[in-house]
């Protein structure tokens, strides 16, 4: 120590240089043997590392790794020797007097990195809890990433535990390690997808998210932006971490970071870490991921209320412009293609009296001159992404431009458009509203067609004019190549796809004219691009159209475009758009964007569309021969589908008529089964139900006969017994009177049958004339009219009826027998008793008699209703055999067309074969001819002009048969025989 003093602080004369002192101090940092010398030698170092790099690096790097392997226990050494490395491998701008040396650094990060245990020992470093160690060793790493980042990548992805460690520094307590290894993970991280994932899944995503709720969010610091560039660097293009981001729940945590209140102070680091976060949020639903990715992430910002919040920031006022720029197109990509968010950012409103809709704001500022560049751009983009996948909003557009009852004092978007479009003194104005009209039409054939009904009044007194010839007219008017190519634009998407389209626009009969003119001019860059432009046009209406304009048929623009310009200066002119840049920029984002106005001339899915018609385009003007054959094959295939549709629409019809008849027989026939079995089950009931009859009947005979004379028998008794009582009635005066209580209370046992019995008369009498009633609502012979399941539930119910009064009247009569038993033993004392059940029993009798004759009364009815069933039965019969006779007539006679309409095809198929046989039996007659006469000539004969003449006769009468044959083969006359149906 004492003697580096001395070295320092001695004369003037004896003071050495600074590679001296260099040397010297690396000379004793090798061999001295005290710790404390080697320290001061080489703090020493590092204190020179500043001013004299090139002596230091050159000549003590070597001992400085070798200090750093030797005495990595002393903490100060390693402390100062990381400094030291740190000095020499990093360009401190931070100090005026050292001028930047990159190459300089670059040499010795590579000098230092050729050793791969000098990494791995620095990385032991960083893994070092004292502060001055691993704050030097974060700094040096974030050096030597940027001087060799694959070499330190590789090394720490080898390293065990290497990146695990690196990401445990993100939760150490003091805020400047934490800052630095944010730094070194930033560096650490760019471009290596494996380090990437590896944090990912190490917990990264919530560790940094968790430092940026900590340090305020959007109001936070430096330290804010550095966490928001980690996410971005592992994020982006990065696939498995996105999926593992919306999944592990890290959107939702983003949408705090939106809560803008209108008092907000937009410092410019709120400005850079909004920027930040806005640009994390297009990482997630970038166009470029794969779309599941992208469309599972809107999905989770629309529910989380991410996208809400960025709509309020849209329609927030005090946002600065190019925050407010990044937000719209933040919007735009979080709803293109999303059919939900589409329709949440169709519902949003402006606030202000009265509400607007955000899509006709954000149109106002995109027409409006005097807004910045870029947000107009950003509010086309958001227009497309509206559109994008989106039918009912490309409907909504073109309705609005259509004649409606919107108010007066209301503007729409297609106002907005429209008065873009034709502004006179913006240019960009007019491009950037033909482009977005445009993408109200990409691949929407119907909006197309309506548009063809917008009218315009350009002048007062004037009729109105349509869209499209509008259009045309500002096109060969307008001077602004910026204007024209928007128009172009417009028309070649409105036309592609569209005939009826193309044919509004050949009916102007300057549109093609104007057209090969400009294909034919000569101009600078831009106008070869403006003229390739108009060639793909015309290259629309020849392979869209459908020949509805007779002197504009795709041969006769073809033979235009061979006259007038050439087809290889039309090619050339196609060529001339793909091989300029701004094309080849526009075609790589879908985005618009360009370095200034100007430069704003090409749209994404305009560079689409041209390039996959160009080649189809230059095929079809090439090859005129192959057209007009494919007009001519299109006219014969025309005409013979038309024979074939007529044929088609006749074996329909008759099929139809078939399948009708084969339902109505099919029901018939379910309806006659049906009927027999019905029938059957009748009959059989029938039956049954007469011998239920014939039995009862016999019993009732039986017992009604035993009971009669029973009781005369007993009554003869009784009269005995009578006289005999009276003799004894003084001495039973007592009992009689009991008797008589018992008697009394008979009588009224016998009044509640009499009741009963009449009730159930009444009831027979209700059945009988319901009965007679249904018998009387049979229809007539109507095919249609016959129920059968329910007259066959009815007779059921008939006969269920018939056998309960049979079993009911059994049971009465069993009672009744019991009853006698019972009265004439207690009755012996009583003659009036007596009298009062023969009187009961003849009634019963009587009335036992009259059911019976309503029950033969009824099997007549039912044996008569079976009678008209059996003749009903056969009337159907009658008509299904009729139906099925026609059917099979209706079956031959479509055998018969099907054949008819095969022979006149092969009829056809025959002669245009004979006609091609004898066209080329002309043709090798000719040829044959021909060289007969060379060969006379060449044996010296001679060819009289007769023999001329009549073989130019002969040629012209082929020629006449030639033709007349051709004539012949046209469809719907083959050879004669007429393909036409009857």
């Given at each position: 120590m004492?003697?580096?003093?001395?070295f320092?602080?001695?004369?003037?004369e004896?003071?050495?240089s600074?590679?001296?002192?260099?040397?010297?101090?690396c000379?004793?940092?090798?061999?001295?043997?005290?710790?404390?010398d080697?320290r001061?030698?080489v703090?020493?170092l590092?204190s020179?590392?500043?001013?004299?790099?090139?002596?230091?690096?050159?000549?003590?790097?070597?001992?400085?790794?070798?200090?750093l392997?030797?005495?990595?226990?002393?903490d100060?050494m390693?402390a100062?020797?990381?400094d030291t490395?740190?000095?020499l491998?990093?360009?401190?701008?931070?100090d005026?007097d050292?001028?930047p040396q990159?190459?300089?650094?670059?040499?010795?990060?590579?000098k230092?990195?050729?050793?791969?245990?000098?990494?791995?020992?620095?990385l032991?470093?960083?893994?070092?809890y004292?502060?001055?160690v691993?704050?030097?060793?974060?700094?040096?790493?974030?050096?030597l990433?940027?001087?060799q980042?694959?070499?330190?990548?590789?090394?720490?992805?080898?390293?065990?535990?290497?990146?695990?460690?690196?990401?445990?520094?993100?939760?150490d307590?003091?805020e400047v390690?934490?800052?630095d290894?944010?730094l070194?993970?930033?560096?650490?991280?760019?471009?290596?997808s494996?380090?990437?994932k590896?944090?990912?899944?190490?917990?990264?995503?919530?560790?940094?998210?968790?430092?940026?709720?900590a340090?305020?969010?959007?109001?936070?610091?430096v330290?804010?932006?550095?966490?928001?560039l980690?996410?971005?660097?592992?994020?982006?293009?990065n696939?498995?971490?996105?999926?593992?981001?919306?999944?592990g729940?890290?959107?939702?945590?983003?949408?705090p970071f939106f809560?803008?209140?209108?008092?907000s102070?937009?410092?410019?680091?709120?400005?850079?870490n909004?920027?930040l976060m806005?640009?994390?949020?297009?990482?997630?639903?970038?166009?470029?991921n794969?779309?599941?990715?992208?469309?599972?992430?809107?999905?989770v910002?629309q529910?989380?209320?991410?996208?809400?919040?960025?709509?309020?920031?849209?329609?927030?006022?005090?946002?600065?412009?190019?925050?407010?720029?990044?937000?719209?197109n933040t919007?735009s990509?979080?709803i293109?293609g999303?059919?939900?968010n589409?329709?949440?950012?169709?519902?949003v409103?402006?606030?202000c009296?009265p509400?607007r809709p955000?899509?006709?704001?954000?149109l106002?500022?995109m027409?409006?001159?005097?807004?910045?560049?870029?947000?107009?751009?950003?509010?086309?983009y958001c227009?497309?992404?509206?559109?994008?996948v989106?039918?009912?909003?490309?409907?909504?557009?073109?309705?609005?431009?259509?004649?409606?009852?919107l108010?007066?004092q209301?503007?729409?978007a297609?106002?907005?458009l429209?008065?873009?479009?034709?502004?006179?003194?913006?240019?960009?104005?007019?491009?950037?509203?033909?482009?977005?009209?445009?993408?109200a039409?990409n691949?929407?054939?119907?909006?197309?067609?309506?548009?063809?009904?917008?009218?315009?009044?350009t002048?007062?007194?004037?009729?109105?004019?349509?869209?499209?010839?509008?259009?045309?007219?500002?096109?060969?008017q307008?001077?602004?190549i910026?204007?024209?190519?928007?128009?172009l634009?417009?028309?070649c998407?409105?036309?592609?796809g569209c005939?009826?389209?193309?044919?509004?626009?050949?009916?102007?009969?300057?549109?093609v004219?104007f057209l090969?003119?400009?294909?034919?001019?000569?101009?600078?860059e831009?106008?070869?691009?403006l003229?390739g432009v108009?060639?793909?046009?015309?290259g629309?209406?020849?392979?869209?159209?459908?020949?509805?304009v007779?002197?504009?048929?795709?041969?006769?623009l073809i033979?235009?475009i061979?006259?007038?310009?050439g087809?290889?200066?039309f090619?050339?002119?196609?060529?001339?758009v793909?091989?300029?840049?701004l094309y080849?920029?526009?075609?790589?984002?879908?985005?618009?964007?360009?370095?200034?106005?100007?430069?704003?001339?090409?749209?994404?899915?305009?560079?689409?569309?041209?390039?996959?018609?160009?080649?189809?385009i230059?095929?079809?003007v090439?090859?005129?021969?192959?057209?007009?054959k494919e007009?001519?094959?299109?006219?014969?295939?025309?005409?013979?589908?038309?024979?074939?549709?007529e044929?088609?629409?006749?074996?329909?019809?008759?099929d139809?008529?078939?399948?009708?008849l084969?339902?109505r027989?099919s029901s018939?026939e379910?309806?006659?089964?049906?009927t027999?079995?019905?029938?059957?089950?009748?009959?059989?009931?029938?039956?049954q139900?007469?011998?239920?009859?014939?039995?009862?009947k016999?019993?009732?005979?039986?017992?009604?006969?035993?009971?009669?004379?029973?009781?005369?028998?007993?009554?003869?008794?009784l009269?005995v017994?009578i006289?005999e009582?009276?003799?004894?009635?003084?001495e039973?005066?007592?009992?009689?009177q009991?008797?008589?209580?018992?008697?009394?209370?008979?009588?009224n046992?016998?009044?509640?049958?009499?009741?009963?019995?009449?009730?159930?008369s009444?009831s027979?009498?209700?059945?009988q004339n319901?009965?007679?009633q249904?018998?009387?609502n049979?229809p007539?012979?109507?095919?249609?009219?016959?129920?059968?399941?329910?007259?066959?539930?009815?007779?059921e119910?008939?006969?269920?009826q018939?056998?309960?009064?049979?079993?009911?009247?059994?049971s009465?009569?069993?009672?009744?027998?019991?009853?006698?038993?019972?009265l004439l033993?207690e009755g012996?004392?009583?003659?009036?008793?007596?009298?009062?059940?023969y009187?009961?029993?003849?009634?019963?009798?009587t009335s036992m008699?009259?059911?019976?004759h309503?029950l033969?009364?009824?099997?007549?009815?039912?044996s008569?209703?079976?009678?008209t069933?059996?003749?009903?039965?056969?009337?159907?019969?009658?008509?299904?055999s009729?139906?099925?006779?026609?059917?099979e007539?209706?079956v031959?006679?479509?055998?018969?067309a099907?054949?008819?309409?095969?022979?006149?095809?092969?009829?056809?198929e025959?002669?245009?074969?004979?006609q091609?046989?004898?066209?080329i039996l002309?043709?090798?007659?000719?040829?044959?001819?021909e060289s007969?006469?060379?060969?006379?000539k060449?044996?010296?004969?001679?060819i009289?002009?007769?023999?001329?003449?009549?073989?130019?006769?002969?040629?012209?009468?082929?020629?006449?048969?030639?033709e007349s044959?051709?004539?012949?083969?046209?469809?719907g006359?083959?050879n004669?025989?007429n393909?036409?149906?009857?």
């Amino acid at each position: 120590m004492n003697y580096f003093k001395s070295f320092v602080k001695g004369s003037d004369e004896q003071q050495p240089s600074g590679a001296e002192t260099v040397s010297r101090l690396c000379d004793r940092v090798a061999s001295s043997t005290l710790l404390e010398d080697r320290r001061d030698a080489v703090r020493a170092l590092k204190s020179l590392s500043r001013k004299f790099r090139y002596e230091v690096g050159t000549q003590g790097m070597a001992h400085i790794a070798t200090v750093l392997d030797q005495d990595a226990n002393d903490d100060e050494m390693v402390a100062y020797a990381l400094d030291t490395l740190c000095n020499l491998m990093s360009d401190m701008e931070e100090d005026d007097d050292v001028v930047p040396q990159p190459e300089l650094t670059r040499t010795f990060v590579e000098k230092f990195t050729a050793e791969e245990n000098n990494i791995n020992v620095v990385l032991d470093f960083v893994e070092r809890y004292d502060f001055s160690v691993r704050l030097s060793a974060l700094r040096l790493m974030i050096s030597l990433l940027k001087g060799q980042p694959g070499k330190i990548q590789e090394t720490v992805l080898m390293k065990p535990m290497g990146i695990s460690r690196l990401i445990d520094l993100l939760t150490d307590s003091r805020e400047v390690i934490r800052n630095d290894a944010l730094l070194l993970l930033i560096e650490l991280t760019r471009g290596n997808s494996n380090i990437q994932k590896i944090i990912a899944f190490e917990n990264g995503f919530d560790i940094i998210l968790d430092i940026i709720r900590a340090e305020g969010m959007s109001d936070g610091g430096v330290v804010v932006e550095d966490c928001l560039l980690l996410l971005l660097h592992l994020l982006k293009r990065n696939t498995s971490n996105q999926q593992f981001f919306k999944e592990g729940s890290f959107v939702q945590r983003l949408t705090p970071f939106f809560e803008i209140d209108s008092e907000s102070v937009w410092s410019a680091q709120k400005v850079a870490n909004l920027h930040l976060m806005l640009k994390l949020v297009r990482t997630l639903v970038a166009p470029s991921n794969p779309s599941n990715v992208t469309s599972s992430c809107q999905l989770v910002m629309q529910q989380c209320g991410l996208l809400e919040r960025l709509c309020n920031m849209l329609m927030a006022t005090g946002v600065p412009a190019d925050i407010l720029t990044e937000t719209i197109n933040t919007v735009s990509e979080v709803i293109r293609g999303c059919e939900a968010n589409q329709a949440m950012f169709e519902s949003v409103h402006a606030p202000c009296e009265p509400p607007r809709p955000a899509i006709v704001v954000l149109l106002m500022s995109m027409v409006n001159d005097k807004q910045p560049f870029e947000l107009r751009c950003a509010v086309l983009y958001c227009f497309q992404c509206f559109l994008h996948v989106n039918p009912a909003g490309q409907t909504k557009i073109v309705n609005t431009l259509l004649p409606s009852s919107l108010q007066s004092q209301q503007i729409s978007a297609g106002q907005l458009l429209c008065g873009g479009l034709f502004a006179a003194s913006d240019p960009l104005s007019n491009w950037c509203s033909a482009v977005a009209l445009s993408h109200a039409l990409n691949r929407n054939t119907e909006m197309k067609q309506q548009l063809l009904r917008v009218q315009l009044a350009t002048s007062v007194g004037n009729p109105p004019i349509s869209l499209l010839q509008q259009i045309t007219n500002i096109v060969r008017q307008s001077t602004s190549i910026q204007s024209r190519m928007g128009l172009l634009i417009l028309l070649c998407s409105w036309l592609s796809g569209c005939p009826i389209a193309v044919s509004h626009l050949l009916h102007d009969s300057d549109a093609v004219p104007f057209l090969l003119s400009q294909i034919a001019e000569h101009g600078n860059e831009l106008d070869h691009v403006l003229h390739g432009v108009c060639a793909l046009l015309l290259g629309i209406c020849i392979v869209d159209n459908d020949g509805s304009v007779p002197q504009c048929t795709k041969e006769s623009l073809i033979e235009l475009i061979v006259a007038r310009v050439g087809i290889e200066r039309f090619c050339d002119s196609l060529g001339a758009v793909t091989k300029h840049d701004l094309y080849s920029k526009a075609f790589q984002r879908s985005q618009p964007v360009a370095p200034s106005s100007d430069d704003m001339l090409f749209d994404h899915n305009f560079t689409k569309l041209f390039k996959t018609l160009e080649d189809n385009i230059i095929k079809m003007v090439s090859n005129l021969e192959d057209v007009k054959k494919e007009e001519e094959s299109k006219a014969a295939i025309k005409a013979h589908d038309s024979i074939i549709k007529e044929y088609q629409a006749l074996i329909r019809s008759q099929d139809t008529d078939l399948k009708e008849l084969r339902s109505r027989v099919s029901s018939l026939e379910s309806e006659l089964s049906q009927t027999k079995e019905n029938l059957d089950e009748r009959t059989a009931q029938v039956q049954q139900l007469k011998d239920q009859y014939n039995v009862l009947k016999t019993m009732h005979d039986s017992s009604s006969g035993d009971g009669v004379s029973d009781a005369a028998e007993l009554l003869s008794s009784l009269n005995v017994q009578i006289e005999e009582l009276k003799q004894e009635n003084a001495e039973k005066n007592a009992k009689l009177q009991e008797k008589e209580n018992s008697i009394q209370q008979l009588r009224n046992d016998l009044d509640g049958l009499e009741l009963r019995s009449l009730q159930l008369s009444s009831s027979d009498e209700t059945q009988q004339n319901n009965n007679q009633q249904s018998n009387t609502n049979i229809p007539d012979d109507s095919i249609h009219a016959i129920n059968v399941p329910d007259d066959s539930r009815l007779q059921e119910h008939r006969l269920v009826q018939l056998t309960n009064e049979v079993d009911s009247l059994r049971s009465q009569l069993q009672a009744k027998d019991e009853e006698i038993s019972r009265l004439l033993s207690e009755g012996a004392r009583s003659q009036n008793t007596t009298d009062e059940v023969y009187d009961v029993l003849v009634s019963e009798k009587t009335s036992m008699q009259t059911k019976i004759h309503d029950l033969e009364s009824r099997l007549n009815v039912t044996s008569q209703e079976n009678l008209t069933l059996q003749d009903k039965i056969s009337t159907l019969e009658e008509k299904l055999s009729n139906l099925q006779s026609k059917e099979e007539s209706l079956v031959q006679q479509v055998t018969d067309a099907n054949s008819k309409a095969e022979e006149a095809k092969a009829q056809a198929e025959d002669f245009k074969k004979e006609q091609e046989d004898l066209l080329i039996l002309l043709s090798d007659q000719e040829t044959k001819l021909e060289s007969y006469k060379t060969k006379i000539k060449t044996l010296g004969g001679e060819i009289s002009d007769e023999d001329d003449d009549e073989e130019e006769e002969d040629d012209e009468e082929d020629e006449d048969v030639i033709e007349s044959l051709k004539q012949n083969s046209q469809p719907g006359d083959t050879n004669g025989v007429n393909t036409h149906p009857e």
